[in-house]
């Protein structure tokens, strides 16, 4: 069953994937809704420009899955909640995991579960938490033929960031994809490193896992496909983007756009023309 899944959210023609998160409003933070404010909109928008998968909670499901249109982008359902992100964070942090989240990714016909795998300055407890969720998620996904998606995330300290910050030292996200390969992902969703060109450290680390590469913090419209066609050519089995995609003026033609590069072999400069 979990090769069925697969081959939902795997582009047959390709085998990458274009997931776009859309999961945000599980986290308590207001800079993270803009561009989402309309989430039902905002789902339409995004299934008629035709991503492989989009990422949504177990509140927000239905806005994907009660659609009656064919074919539609696979459903990625989000089983954490956090408060970790933010420039003033609570004084206790957490990360934890909705209930029987298997059956419920199958009662809603999803294609995958994702969970974070949390690495932040000070905050080992959070990462205990994270670990848990993965260990009693990983049996679960096993038994009902659910693929687990496992979100291993550096944090650079909030105190130097101002706030949730992607650290992109290719020294701490290699040890921590590796990890979530050890603790049984049958997808990883990394971090981008700061040098694109050293991200095939990430690709041989996990050991024939595909990769999918987070978006990480905004960039342009030029940054973002350029770099997305670099890590695919660093061996990446395609990306999960969010705010990128979403906080666009136009989340369609970026959707488009970064789909020509994913699936078409289009270099950044002429799918930045598609945005023209």
Avoid: W
């Avoid at 993965?134 to 550096?154: A, F, N, Q, R, S």
Wanted: charged fraction near 20%.
């Amino acid at each position: 069953m979990k090769t069925a899944r697969l081959h939902r959210l795997f582009n047959p023609r390709t085998g990458r994937c274009f997931d776009v998160a859309v999961d945000h409003g599980f986290f308590n933070e207001g800079s993270f809704l803009a561009g989402i404010e309309d989430l039902p909109a905002a789902v339409r928008t995004l299934v008629e420009a035709a991503p492989d998968a989009i990422q949504l909670t177990v509140g927000q499901a239905r806005l994907l899955q009660g659609l009656p249109v064919r074919p539609k982008p696979a459903l990625v359902l989000r089983t954490d909640v956090a408060n970790v992100y933010g420039r003033q964070l609570p004084r206790t942090l957490f990360s934890r995991m909705i209930e029987q989240p298997v059956l419920q990714a199958v009662r809603l016909d999803a294609a995958c579960v994702v969970v974070n795998l949390f690495q932040i300055p000070g905050q080992p407890e959070v990462t205990d938490q994270c670990i848990n969720n993965i260990l009693t998620l990983k049996p679960e996904c096993d038994h009902y033929g659910m693929p687990l998606m496992i979100e291993p995330l550096v944090f650079q300290p909030n105190e130097r960031a101002g706030g949730y910050m992607v650290d992109g030292d290719v020294r701490k996200i290699v040890p921590l994809v590796r990890q979530a390969v050890e603790l049984g992902a049958d997808i990883i969703k990394a971090d981008p490193t700061d040098d694109v060109a050293l991200y095939r450290e990430v690709i041989v680390t996990a050991g024939g896992i595909p990769v999918l590469v987070r978006g990480g913090s905004k960039a342009t419209e030029a940054e973002i496909l350029a770099r997305t066609e670099g890590l695919l050519r660093q061996g990446a089995a395609g990306i999960v983007y969010g705010r990128n995609i979403i906080q666009h003026p136009h989340p369609d033609r970026i959707t488009r756009a970064l789909m020509a590069v994913v699936h078409d072999g289009a270099s950044a400069e002429s799918a930045l023309k598609l945005l023209a």
